[in-house]
């Protein structure tokens, strides 16, 4: 996963919190069979674990980046390529 996949999943995470909390605390409906307080408590808890993935995501993959330079000389005997690329650890 990328960065933005990371930011992704929190925002939706923080939409499932919003809805679960609005269907949990706030709506207060009798039915048979069929409890909306569970599902809102459902939908919050799948938001909070959607919101803390989501966070993982953006905060590991925020401290690598790549570098990838191509340099191209000219030689006697032609052409030469040379590749260098690292892995910066710090941001």
Do not use: C, K
Request: hydrophobic share 50%; charged share 15%; proline share 2%.
């Amino acid at each position: 996963m990328n960065r933005a996949a990371g930011t992704g999943l929190m925002g939706f995470g923080l939409v499932l919190v919003v809805i679960g909390a609005i269907l949990d605390f706030a709506v207060s409906v009798n039915t048979s069979g069929f409890n909306v307080n569970t599902v809102g408590l459902i939908l919050l808890i799948v938001g909070i674990v959607a919101f803390l993935s989501g966070l993982i995501v953006v905060v590991t993959t925020s401290s690598r980046h790549t570098t990838l330079r191509e340099d191209v000389r000219e030689t006697p005997s032609g052409h030469q390529r040379v590749v260098d690329e690292r892995d910066n650890l710090a941001p």
